[in-house]
């Protein structure tokens, strides 16, 4: 079984910054492909960004390029979210995900096997 545990939310004032972790454990942890997605009140859950462990290759989602930035140390299976200039709708819930298979970076929920139980990050005004 694989386990994914998000840390490092929380209350930031806007234009702050915060740091997502994951890190990634499980006997049969292979994935290439982590990603973070986030749900805000009242919405869909949405993608945001994504990382080939083995190529470094990311993509982000428009809405936050230039502000956040994925990131991974391999050798922890952590895969990192660096938010910059913060903005209140960037209030969410951040998930953590991996694919179990395959290198593709996937933007959607459906191409991702395992989620992290998420970390609440909330951005003041």
């Known amino acids: 079984q694989v386990q994914l545990v998000e840390s490092g939310g929380g209350l930031v004032q806007a234009g702050g910054s915060l740091r997502l972790s994951c890190a990634a454990s499980?006997?049969?942890?292979?994935?290439?492909?982590m990603g973070w997605f986030r749900q805000a009140p009242g919405k869909e859950r949405e993608f945001v960004a994504a990382?080939?462990?083995?190529?470094?290759?990311?993509t982000t989602a428009d809405s936050i390029k230039g502000r956040f930035t994925i990131s991974s140390d391999n050798a922890k299976n952590t895969v990192y979210l660096q938010m910059n200039s913060l903005k209140p709708e960037d209030t969410a819930v951040y998930y953590c995900?991996?694919?179990?298979?395959?290198?593709?970076?996937?933007?959607?929920?459906?191409?991702?096997?395992?989620w992290g139980q998420g970390t609440q990050v909330t951005v003041s005004s």
């Open positions: 499980g006997r049969t942890f292979s994935s290439n492909v």
């Open positions: 995900a991996a694919r179990r298979l395959g290198g593709a970076l996937m933007t959607k929920e459906y191409g991702y096997t395992y």
């Open positions: 990382i080939n462990f083995s190529d470094g290759s990311t």
